[in-house]
């Protein structure tokens, strides 16, 4: 048994073993592009079984704060670390009642930043643009954030970056050392441990900026409904039948709309492009400080 | 047409923001925006206020004709009440 060193301290590996058929079918799936099941969620006895087929099962406590992992034969440490740093915790953070986000975050003179997108839509390619520039990221994928008395905090999530080779390329120093240690994508984990700064404490997250798809570079004001509603659809659930627990997020991310702004912020997906998008949103930041 | 009391559908729940109301139903997971005129008769309806009651407090608090408080307020009912955000009141 090896008890994870990671901060949340809560995730176990048990023994290797297939996945046998299930008597009963899952209440909730997550399905790839290409429409195959990406995590089936099991309603268990003693919590939730998220089942990554072909590669791992996690059990996660109803509280969220226990997580065993029992991955498949052949799962690699890296592919397992990835799952749960960038799936299975922030599931089991939604059940302890904290908000987690499909985001990347960097920080900012101005506060934390979030970038609020689905995947594919270029937050890790943001991210180091922004990291490579000296400032510092938390995540470029899951965003936890803690509710303190004088706002939201982001809190730093794992050491790394995980890019497709041409934007490895394109946007990350060359010291960088990548390795391609997940099974399932070629996409490569580049570790930022002296290669790009990473924020070791918890910022205050002042604005999120949702990742929209226009190729001009242009950021708008979203509504409090469409905030809402683009913070809800990347925001990690672990049971969607959990009246409670989803009246409670949704009271939580509309929280976080009071007291923070939400934008849209497009752009062209071209390399050449990150450092008018970069400064773009700084000036943006700038300005609508001085507004305020 | 809607006339009578309506109240807010279990398992639906509402935030106001910025003088707009986000609504959830927390059965479907579907989401619904109310500007700010949206927003006070949902408030009304939260109150207990019947339609008629509703229609005249609208009257009284926005620069609008009577006519078009009534029809817009009833719309609203109506269209609240097709989705599942409100129903008739049980007693």
Known sequence: MIVSKSVDKIYVVNEVREQKELDFKPFHTWKSSDETIWIAFYRASDGILLRFPGLSDFLVSVTGKSVEAHPVPGTGKGTLEHLYHNQVLPLAISAQGKLSLHAACVATPFGAVGFLAKSGQGKSTLTTSFAAHGFPFLTDDSLILEKRHDGFYALPGHPSIRLWEDSEEKVMPETAISTREV?????????????????????????????????????????????????????????????????????????????????????????????????????????????? | MNSGKFEIRSGVTAKKLSGETVILDVESGNYFGLNAVGSRIWELIEEGNDVAVICETILGEYKVEADVAQRDVRQLVDDLKSRGLIEATRY
């Open chain 1, 183 to 292: 099974d399932y994508t070629s996409k490569a984990r580049v570790a930022a441990a002296g290669v790009l700064p990473q924020a070791t404490a918890p910022a205050r997250l002042v604005r999120i900026y949702v990742l929209g798809e226009d190729d001009e570079i242009r950021i708008t004001r979203l509504g409090p409904g469409s905030a809402v509603a683009a913070l809800v659809a990347q925001s990690f659930q672990l049971d969607v039948e959990d009246a409670t627990a989803l009246t409670f997020q949704f009271h939580a991310l509309a929280g976080l709309c009071e007291v923070l702004d939400v934008f849209q912020l497009d752009y062209p997906r071209q390399y050449g492009r990150l450092d008018d998008v970069r400064n773009a949103v700084l000036d943006h930041l700038a300005s609508e400080r001085k507004s305020e």
